[in-house]
């Protein structure tokens, strides 16, 4: 089992919203952990989009609209990216990513999302 | 605003040695707050991390690649390397570098595509 999992695509409509999910593996807790999100289209690197939201901040990458927001799901021991307002460029490819507690970097498989 | 450009061969013969370089620019790469990575990605595939680097010359590996893995900082010429040994056709990718701060990539460079071939 993967450290992070990630469904490979995911299609929906443009204005609606859409949940991105990041499960982690079942030995490490998404309570302990903060899940960092990456767009990228094609040719282009990775761009940091945002963390997930915390009591006390949400870190928001620069330029990144408001319509891109991170959670997590306890119960389903997971990292959500949630995208409202669905945009034809919002097309891309979508990583997790997370700091191991044991002292190194782990990105999830990604997910490719399409906006019919 | 920070920018990072790789640099180095495209086309590596299997078994030997992968080198490329990472020119930093906008900054010190001395700056105390940041961390300068190698992030990799085969054609077509998701992002594999590689590893990470501080100015003193600290650093954290990806252990799936530690043993074939050399980050390096050059202070002086504002650059950091990578050089992966024994290389074959599964380390063909486009490798980014990256900057690292508070927990995250915030700048990349474009990518360079290194391709490992005979």
């Known amino acids: 089992q993967a450290v992070l999992t990630q469904p490979s695509s995911l299609s929906a409509s443009p204005g609606a919203a859409v949940s991105l999910t990041c499960t982690l593996h079942s030995g490490i807790s998404v309570g302990s952990y903060r899940i960092y999100w990456y767009q990228q289209k094609p040719g282009s690197p990775p761009q940091y989009l945002l963390r997930d939201k915390s009591d006390s901040d949400n870190h928001q990458g620069s330029g990144v609209p408001s319509r891109f927001s991170g959670s997590k799901d306890a119960s389903a021991n997971a990292g959500i990216l949630l995208i409202s307002g669905l945009q034809s460029e919002d097309e891309a490819d979508y990583y997790c990513m997370i700091w191991h507690s044991s002292a190194y970097v782990v990105f999830g498989g990604g997910t490719k999302l399409t906006v019919l | 605003q920070l920018q990072l450009q790789e640099s180095g061969p495209g086309l590596v013969k299997p078994s030997e040695t992968l080198s490329l370089t990472c020119t930093v620019s906008?900054?010190?790469?001395?700056?105390?707050?940041?961390?300068w990575g190698w992030i990799r990605q085969p054609p077509g595939k998701g992002l594999e991390w590689i590893g990470i680097?501080?100015?003193?010359?600290?650093?954290y590996y990806n252990p799936s690649l530690k043993s074939r893995v050399t980050i390096s900082v050059d202070t002086s010429k504002n650059k950091f390397s990578l050089k992966v040994n024994s290389v074959t056709a599964a380390d063909t990718a486009v490798y980014f570098c990256a900057s690292w701060q508070g927990f995250l990539f915030d700048y990349w460079g474009q990518g360079t595509l290194v391709t490992v071939s005979s």
């Open positions: 906008g900054d010190s790469i001395s700056r105390s707050s940041y961390y």
């Open positions: 680097v501080y100015y003193t010359g600290t650093t």
